[in-house]
Every structure is written in structure tokens, then in C-alpha cells.
């Protein structure tokens, strides 16, 4: 069992960029395939990027904005988010499955989500 920990969330303008970072404490998720998902009040948690064993994966609505990377050796992974806009801000989760998903319902770890928020 693989416990996940997202920060790196915060208070942005539209078009700034921002880092958020999932840790990963105990076994490591080397195994495991990562993904970000973001909710925002009032709406279904809703699909954001995967990755596993090199391949990434993303939403339409972030697509050439958004980046997901992993470092295995140290059991983080990162979502990159360029040029944000307003209709980003929702809170984030990293989760973990055995597969890639676009589901949420699939995974089976998951973060305690931190807050993007962006303004105007």
C-alpha cells in the first residue's frame, strides 16, 4: 500500500504557471500508474493526465497546457500546468492504479487533494 501526498497547489493568475507534486510514502509506485484528476465544486471529479511505463495520457481541455512527469527513484510525480485559465481551478488528486484510467471509480489510492485556484 502506497500512501500519496499532492502540494504544491495555490493562488494563480490566468496564463501563470504552476507545479503540483504527488509523493509517494512507503513501497514505491514504480508499479503503479499515476494519474491526476481535478473537482471542482458541484461537478464530478473529472479526468486530468496518466502516465505509465513512458506513456501519457490527457484530457482534451488540457491537452498542450498541461504536462505529467514521474521520478520513480525518488516516488514523486509532477503535473506541469502552463497557462492556466479560471475554469482550471477545482482541487487536485493524484491517484494510483495497476492500469491507466480515464476513471476515477478505477483507483484504488488516492491523495488528500490540494487547492488551484485561478483568477482573472
Known amino acids: 500500500q502506497v500512501e500519496l501526498v499532492e502540494s504544491g497547489g495555490g493562488l494563480v493568475q490566468a496564463g501563470d504557471s504552476l507545479r503540483l507534486s504527488c509523493a509517494a510514502f512507503g513501497r514505491s509506485f514504480s508499479n503503479y500508474a499515476m494519474a491526476w484528476f481535478r473537482q471542482a465544486p458541484g461537478r464530478e471529479r473529472e479526468f486530468v493526465a496518466a502516465?505509465?511505463?513512458?506513456?501519457?495520457y490527457y484530457a482534451r481541455s488540457v491537452k498542450g497546457r498541461f504536462t505529467i512527469y514521474r521520478d520513480n527513484a525518488r516516488n514523486t510525480a509532477t503535473l506541469e500546468m502552463n497557462s492556466l485559465k479560471p475554469e482550471d481551478t477545482a482541487i487536485y488528486y493524484c491517484g494510483a492504479c495497476r492500469v491507466a484510467s480515464e476513471n476515477w471509480r478505477e483507483y484504488e489510492l488516492w491523495g488528500q487533494g490540494t487547492q488551484v485556484t485561478v483568477s482573472v
Open positions: 502516465m505509465s511505463w513512458g506513456s501519457t
